[in-house]
């Protein structure tokens, strides 16, 4: 193979959701470890993995029960003041993997790590690899022992890559741990929780207003939590709302368990598809929704950015806030032009890529993860005028262009308003703005 694999997204519709080229599908091949893909394949060096996930439960401490080399990626991560005292290791040899041995050890050091903290940890959250899924581990029965030992929670977190193209992926499956220990409270009818990432919206996004003109006083999130008192009050949520389809999972198992209804919106940069859900949010919880000001001010920045620079032509990386399939048919409805999109396809963003291939049909689809990558190469037929993600940037390095990856979520018409701002910036400037 002498060139980068890519699919026009004309070519997947016509293979259709069912026969996908494997080329394109990660569990089909060997994965490629590139520079762009360094979030994606190590979440405890960039961005919110497993391990980082795991800690955003106010108060907790993390013990990696982990060969060697699955510690040493997250020694990055603990090394920064503020997981600094929160993340522990127990490392296994080769004769732990062998006879699970470890699984002896893991009750003693839960109780060393809970004996080195000033403070009583709120829960402690054992993160657990790929060694201890093939071992076939009862980490739930390891948990409770724990737990009779320390008399505080302590909460298995699945660190098991062999399960991302599962049922019950790992980012899915840490969700539900970190709101496990939320315990039935009486519902109010002003509370509202906002599920789906580990860090807060946008200070201002119109959705904390739209909610509060509707009579909630207390919007929570995990990430505004600032001690395990206030997580505990989640559960007086009236509703929750679900922001990424990740969360859905934990969503699904609250309102289970705690009576907790739920209500699911879609990140999206189309003003139109903004408007329409923030409708439909109305509708379900009772209550009406005037955006007529956040839409203009929104439709106003791209407007104002397709004036200035015309319908340019970008390429759309995954290693950013949002889907990439999804940012490239916003753009296309908003008349600039997708040469590439690099990300991961799958059923749930198909349905993107047939709306792409009936505005865009010769548009390039890569995957990130594919070894042929290797030989990606940039032309002057490939380049575009402006690129967004990371892993974007890093295949057009002199292209003006923005990482969109920052802690800070981008949502509704707010997220689109700072996004055509931000590559406005970027197009005076030229060139990547790192």
């Known amino acids: 193979m002498s060139k980068a694999v890519f699919y026009t997204a004309e070519e997947v519709v016509k293979r259709g959701k069912e026969n996908i080229p494997s080329e394109l599908l990660s569990s089909k ?22 391990k980082r996930a795991g800690l955003a439960l106010p108060g907790s401490v993390m013990l990696l029960v982990a060969p060697r080399c699955c510690g040493r990626n997250t020694a990055a991560m603990s090394g920064d003041g503020e997981y600094a005292d929160r993340m522990y290791y127990l490392l296994q040899d080769e004769t732990d993997i062998v006879t699970g ?18 403070k009583k940890p709120s829960a402690v ?14 980490m739930e029965r390891v948990c409770r022992k724990c737990e009779e030992a320390v008399n505080i929670p302590v909460v298995p977190c699945y660190m098991y890559a062999l399960t991302r193209e599962g049922r019950l992926p790992p980012m899915v499956s840490v969700r539900k741990s970190i709101y496990s220990l939320l315990k039935k409270a009486k519902r109010k009818g002003d509370a509202v929780n906002i599920l789906g990432y580990f860090s807060p919206l946008q200070s201002d996004c119109e959705l904390y207003s739209i909610l509060q003109k509707a009579g909630v006083k207390n919007i929570r999130e995990i990430a505004r939590c600032t001690d395990f008192a206030q997580y505990e009050k989640m559960a007086e949520a009236n509703f929750n709302l679900v922001l990424h389809p990740e969360a859905r999972y934990a969503a699904a198992d609250l309102e289970k368990r705690l009576g907790i209804p739920y209500i699911e919106l879609t990140r999206s940069y189309d003003i139109e598809k903004i408007r329409k859900q923030y409708f439909l949010l109305g509708q379900a ?4 929704v005037d955006d007529t000001k ?32 999804e ?18 396809l799958g059923e749930g963003n ?24 290797l030989m990606y190469e940039e032309t002057e037929e490939n380049t575009p005028h402006a690129v967004l993600g990371k892993d974007a940037m890093f295949y057009h390095k002199t292209t003006p262009g923005i990482p969109w990856n920052g802690e800070e979520q981008f949502f509704g018409y707010a997220g689109v308003k700072k996004l055509f701002l931000s590559l406005a910036e970027a197009m005076k400037k030229g060139g990547n703005k790192k």
């Open 29 to 50: 091949n060997l994965v490629y470890s590139s520079p762009a893909t360094l979030a994606y394949n190590s979440p405890g060096a960039q961005g919110f993995g497993v």
């Open 125 to 138: 959250m054992i993160c657990i690899t790929c060694v201890d899924a093939l071992l076939g581990t009862d």
């Open 101 to 118: 041995r470890h699984l002896y050890k893991i009750v003693d050091a839960v109780k060393e790590v809970c004996a080195l903290q000033e």
């Open 350 to 373: 198909f349905v993107y890529v047939k709306k792409i291939a009936a505005l865009s049909p010769e548009t390039k689809i890569y995957s990130n993860l594919s070894p042929t990558m």
């Open 285 to 288: 919880a009772g209550f009406s």
């Open 294 to 325: 956040e839409y203009e001010e929104a439709a106003k920045a791209v407007t104002s950015f397709r004036n200035e620079y015309g319908m340019i032509s970008f390429s759309v990386g995954e290693w950013l806030n949002g889907d990439p399939f």
């Open 327 to 344: 940012i490239a048919l916003s753009l296309l409805r908003y008349g600039f032009a997708v040469k590439e999109i690099f990300g991961t």
